[in-house]
């Protein structure tokens, strides 16, 4: 259901005077908490194995991770 409520959200722009775009991005990162919590499929600890847990299957809890999302503002101009 969360999942739904962001898909229907709209991207922000901001669009300069003079051709620049600026827009928040969202991503998914997250922290250990635990070590000893955390399931062994995804020990060594296999960042690219957690990401794509997170990113492209909708994990939002791992033990002994902390899941979270960041947003960061992107601004791309006209060369």
């Known amino acids: 259901m969360i999942r739904e409520a962001a898909a229907c959200l709209e991207p922000v722009y901001i669009r300069g005077d003079y051709g620049a775009t600026a827009y928040v991005t969202h991503s998914w990162n997250f922290d250990i908490v635990d070590l000893n ?3 062994r499929c995804y020990l060594t600890l296999n960042t690219d194995r ?7 299957e909708g994990v939002r ?4 991770i902390n ?13």
Not at 61 to 64: F, K, Q, V
Not at 67 to 79: D, H, K, M, N, P
């Open 50 to 56: 957690v990401r794509t847990a997170i990113i492209k």
């Open 67 to 79: 899941i979270f999302q960041t947003e960061s503002l992107r601004v791309r101009g006209v060369a």
């Open 61 to 64: 809890d791992i033990p002994g």
């Open 37 to 39: 919590q955390v399931p």
